[in-house]
Every structure is written in C-alpha cells, then in structure tokens.
C-alpha cells in the first residue's frame, strides 16, 4: 500500500503500518514492552544488529 503524504508533502505511514522506537538500559522496561506487545499478538524478531522487529 502507498504511503500517504501530508500538506507539507512528507511521507507518513498509512493505518496499517508503523513503526517505533525504543531505547534503554533497562532491561526490565524492555521485557515488559515486550510483553505488552506479545498480548496483542506481535512477534518479535531480531535481526543481525540486535535490534527487534515486531511483525504482527
């Protein structure tokens, strides 16, 4: 699906994409962020860099 742009004509995510970030050394915050999402039924998946793609 093609992304939609505003008035100022940047590009923005349509509803059924998005896209987060989350950085911190707190590890109890990311398990629970990861919790969270798990409940509303996204699989996490990391990639080669360590970072986590939820993929729902």
Known sequence: M??????????????D?????????DRDL???VEEIMSRQGVVGLRD???????VV
Do not use: D, W
């Open 17 to 25: 994409e998005l896209g987060f970030y989350l950085a911190s050394s």
């Open 2 to 15: 093609a992304r939609q742009s505003n008035r100022n004509g940047n590009r923005r995510p349509t509803a």
């Open 48 to 54: 080669a860099l360590g970072r986590i793609h939820y």
């Open 30 to 32: 990311l398990n629970k």
